[in-house]
């Protein structure tokens, strides 16, 4: 399995990114999918989660209203639209594959139940 994420930079506060994460290696449709970011000197933060169906969604308090996950499963690709960025969005944002099924309650949770990550893209707001 490899998760090789992109879309990444430099952006002012109140712009927008895409963030895209390519999967390959595996049976993308079966996983659940996740965008983790970790901010310089900080703990790493759980901020979407999307079923493998792509019909149910989960966002941390922090980015709900601004972030909006997505995914093709047709292409093996997921994805984090992100809006109205503020400086505390800054940190490095990795893709993560659940490919056992974890229960929902643990994916939203504990980030130790991604079997899979990709190597992050850095997002920087600042003006």
């Known amino acids: 399995v490899q998760l090789q994420a992109s879309g990444g930079g430099l952006v002012q506060p109140g712009g927008s990114l895409r963030l895209s994460c390519a999967a390959s290696?595996?049976?993308?449709?079966?996983?659940?999918m996740a965008w983790v970011r970790q901010a310089r000197g900080k703990e790493r933060e759980i901020v979407a989660v999307?079923?493998?169906?792509?019909?149910?969604?989960y966002y941390a308090d922090s980015v709900k209203g601004r972030f909006t996950i997505s995914r093709d499963n047709a292409e093996n690709m997921v994805y984090l639209q992100m809006n109205n960025l503020k400086p505390e969005d800054t940190a490095v944002y990795s893709c993560?594959?659940?490919?056992?099924?974890?229960?929902?309650?643990?994916?939203?949770?504990?980030?130790?139940?991604?079997?899979?990550w990709g190597q992050g893209t850095q997002v920087t707001v600042s003006s």
């Open positions: 999307i079923n493998k169906s792509g019909g149910t969604t």
């Open positions: 290696g595996g049976t993308f449709w079966s996983w659940n």
């Open positions: 993560a594959a659940d490919i056992n099924s974890n229960t929902w309650y643990r994916l939203i949770r504990f980030d130790n139940n991604y079997e899979y």
